[in-house]
């Protein structure tokens, strides 16, 4: 069946403008989580959606950061004057419940800021 | 001190041995462990989950002491396609979230 998809997977952008990244959840799935993997280091928790509301925010970095999920299936992850310190693989991943189900993760976006 | 330690590697070893990574956590409170595959510029995907008891999957065995709170992996007969990244991961349950250490890099050679 169909998996966690993200749009787009790659994504260029120029300091200071404005990106959305889309995720895709497994159909079904209530919990949707965002992660920002940066190179060589292991994926770090930015944002926990259960079904519309955004259950916990805490791994955003600062106020330029914000996620929505309106219809508590697709989630888009927005973020404002970009830097370059956003750079990084930002993964959606999605399960059936919160708590200890399984996330499954999707292929990520890959974000570069110049 | 980051929540989740772990050797970053690499380990070369060659096929057909026997491979052990370990990884320590901060958070005593914390109630589900796990080990994540990584393959390059891929998705990390569950490779199993850890139980104090221990628990197995083919050449892959995971424990668990919550004691030391360490958790530990352990690959049997390893083959060229177990080259990946090997994140330990610890569910957070205040958070509701997945903390990832950085990962032990396997590299699996001929």
């Known amino acids: 069946g169909a998996g966690v998809s993200q749009t787009p997977s790659n994504k260029v952008t120029e300091k200071g403008k404005y990106v959305e990244l889309r995720c895709d959840p497994i159909?079904?799935?209530?919990?949707l989580y965002w992660y920002r993997q940066s190179l060589g280091q292991g994926p770090e928790f930015l944002i926990y959606?259960?079904?519309?509301?955004?259950?916990?925010d805490s791994g955003l970095p600062n106020d330029r950061f914000f996620a929505v999920r309106p219809e508590g299936s697709v989630s888009t992850l927005k973020i404002q004057r970009t830097e370059r310190g956003d750079s990084a693989v930002y993964l959606c991943?999605?399960?059936?419940?919160?708590?200890?189900?399984?996330?499954?993760f999707g292929p990520g976006t890959r974000l570069t800021v110049l | 001190r980051k929540e989740v330690e772990q050797d970053p590697g690499p380990f070369n070893v060659p096929e057909g041995a026997t491979v052990a990574f370990n990884c320590t956590y901060s958070n005593s409170a914390s109630q589900s462990f796990f080990w994540y595959r990584q393959d390059c510029r891929k998705e990390p995907k569950l490779l199993m989950s850890v139980y104090s008891s221990g628990n197995e999957d083919g050449r892959f065995t995971a424990q668990l002491n919550r004691a030391s709170q360490y958790i530990s992996l352990l690959i049997r007969d390893s083959k060229l396609s177990d080259s990946a990244t090997y994140l330990c991961?610890?569910?957070?349950?205040?958070?509701?979230?997945?903390?990832f250490g950085s990962g032990t890099r396997l590299q699996v050679q001929p």
């Open positions: 959606f259960q079904g519309t509301g955004a259950a916990d």
């Open positions: 991961v610890v569910f957070d349950t205040g958070r509701r979230a997945l903390t």
């Open positions: 991943a999605s399960s059936l419940g919160f708590g200890t189900d399984t996330q499954y």
């Open positions: 159909s079904g799935h209530t919990a």
